[in-house]
């Protein structure tokens, strides 16, 4: 079955690996790109799109410029330490350079425009900050039932601290994960983090080809950067959307914490009283050796 999607993101190396493997997915029908600010500003976060967009082979895929800051507050962390102030680990350079048109119906009003035109559901993949998918929630509730699910990368369950997607924008969270209806999975950092990659893979990567030598080589300076192996995050997000049911999952009702204590950005199971209480299906275990092997299957197949 055909999944028409479309990736809201920051990208960020695991949002190239993300936005790559969507692009390798015979399942996956792309239908767009939005941006947001996260990993960088959303003018770099677009830039960095459109370089993926010329790498992919994706031709003059819409891509559109989203928001620049949260709904409410200022971001307060960001991320130079692990992926560089181009987003891309200081190594954008890697990448064609950005060419090609970016929508100027912004990223909103595409993603509005394509859901009102298509022709089946279509699956929402958010893997940056969630503010771009609350306000079209909000702007265009009418739309709501043209969309099949939203899978989202973010949010921690096991650990003690808030995960970077959700504590970028705690507030836009809390509208899309405890506030709405619409159909929706997380993939929280507690699974993602177990699919990490050493050398041996990376080395296969980039044997495939330029392109995939290219992102093999945005993959290993960051890890060379942190001194650790590199998680593929947002890829389980993307995997999971093209391929339903490839996560385990469990039904939650979730709370997003929004003060200024130091649970805000923190995602925790509610209570079952909350009068907005909905249920969100939680990823909850993948193998991660069958899931880096897939992952790796198909960036392979782009060469």
Request: charge should be negative; glycine fraction near 10%.
């Amino acid at each position: 079955m055909t999944v028409p999607m479309i990736i809201d993101t920051d990208p960020g190396v695991d949002d190239a690996v993300a936005l790559m493997l969507a692009a390798a997915s015979p399942e996956v029908r792309l239908l767009a790109v939005t941006t947001v600010f996260g990993n960088a500003d959303v003018e770099v976060t677009t830039a960095n799109a459109v370089r993926l967009r010329t790498l992919a082979g994706l031709g003059d895929l819409p891509v559109a410029a989203g928001a620049d800051r949260p709904l409410v507050y200022p971001q307060l962390r960001r991320t130079d330490r692990w992926h560089g102030r181009d987003g891309l680990g200081g190594h954008a350079d890697l990448l064609p350079q950005p060419s090609g048109p970016i929508s100027a119906l912004g990223a909103v009003t595409l993603m509005a425009t394509l859901l009102r035109g298509a022709a089946t559901p279509v699956t929402l993949v958010a893997i940056g900050p969630l503010t771009n998918i609350a306000l079209l929630l909000a702007v265009h509730p009418e739309l709501k039932p043209r969309i099949g699910r939203i899978v989202i990368m973010g949010g921690n369950l096991a650990g003690s601290s808030a995960e970077f997607n959700i504590d970028s924008d705690p507030e836009a969270a809390r509208r899309v994960l405890v506030e709405e209806d619409v159909p929706t999975t997380l993939v929280p950092l507690n699974v993602t983090q177990r699919a990490t990659v050493d050398d041996a893979w990376l080395a296969e990567l980039a044997e495939a080809g330029p392109r995939c030598a290219a992102l093999a080589g945005i993959i290993g300076h960051c890890g060379q950067q942190r001194a650790s192996p590199v998680a593929l995050h947002d890829s389980l997000a993307v995997l999971e959307a093209a391929v339903a049911g490839m996560l385990a999952t469990t039904p939650m009702i979730l709370q997003v914490g929004c003060d200024h204590g130091g649970d805000r950005g923190a995602v925790r199971p509610g209570s079952g009283q909350e009068t907005t209480a909905r249920v969100v299906q939680v990823a909850c275990d993948a193998d991660p050796t069958s899931i880096n092997a897939m992952i790796l299957h198909r960036l392979r197949s782009l060469r």
